[in-house]
C-alpha cells in the first residue's frame, strides 16, 4: 500500500511519495516538468521588532501555464533567488518547474528534545517554483 490520498482523505503517507514513480504537482504537471508560467509577483511581508515591513517571502501567482489560462490562478512561493529583481504585483513571464521539499522535525531529533519544547514539532511538504530562466 502506498498510502496515496482517497476523496475523502487528503493525506498521503511519506513511504507513497518516496516510492510513487511520479506525482503530479499543482501545475497539473509531473514534478520537474519545465513549463513556460505568465503570473505575477507577491511579497509577504510582517513587520520585524521595530514595526518595519520585513520580507518573509516571495510567490508568484500562476495566471497561465504554457498556452492554457487558468480558471483559478495558482500561488506557489519561489524558490530560487531569481526574480530578486521583481517588485510586488509586477507581471511575470517565465520559465520554471515545480518541486515539493519536507522539512520539519528530523529522525534523529530525541524525544526529550521535543518534550523540553512542551510541543511537538511538526513535518511540512511545500510546494515550491524553481525559475530557470528569467
Same mark, same amino acid.
Given at each position: ?18 516510492? %510513487? ?22 511579497? %509577504? ?23 492554457r ?16 529583481? %521583481? ?22 531529533v ?5 518534550? %523540553? ?11 515550491y ?6
Open positions: 500500500m502506498l498510502g496515496l490520498a482517497t476523496a475523502d482523505d487528503k493525506t498521503i503517507s511519506l513511504e507513497g511519495i518516496t516510492r %510513487a514513480s511520479q506525482i503530479i504537482g499543482q501545475l497539473g504537471k509531473p514534478l520537474g516538468t519545465v513549463v513556460n508560467v505568465k503570473g505575477k509577483i507577491r511579497i %509577504a511581508k510582517l513587520p520585524d521588532k521595530n514595526g518595519r515591513d520585513e520580507e518573509v517571502g516571495r510567490y508568484l501567482v500562476i495566471s497561465q501555464i504554457d498556452d489560462k487558468l480558471d483559478t490562478p495558482i500561488e506557489l512561493k519561489i524558490f530560487s533567488n531569481m526574480l530578486l529583481h %521583481a517588485k510586488d504585483g509586477d507581471h511575470i513571464d517565465t520559465r520554471g518547474y515545480e518541486r515539493i521539499m519536507t522539512h520539519g522535525r528530523p529522525i534523529d530525541r524525544k526529550a528534545v521535543v518534550q %523540553a519544547r512542551q510541543s511537538e514539532l511538526e513535518y511540512h511538504l511545500t510546494c517554483i524553481d525559475i530557470v530562466e528569467e
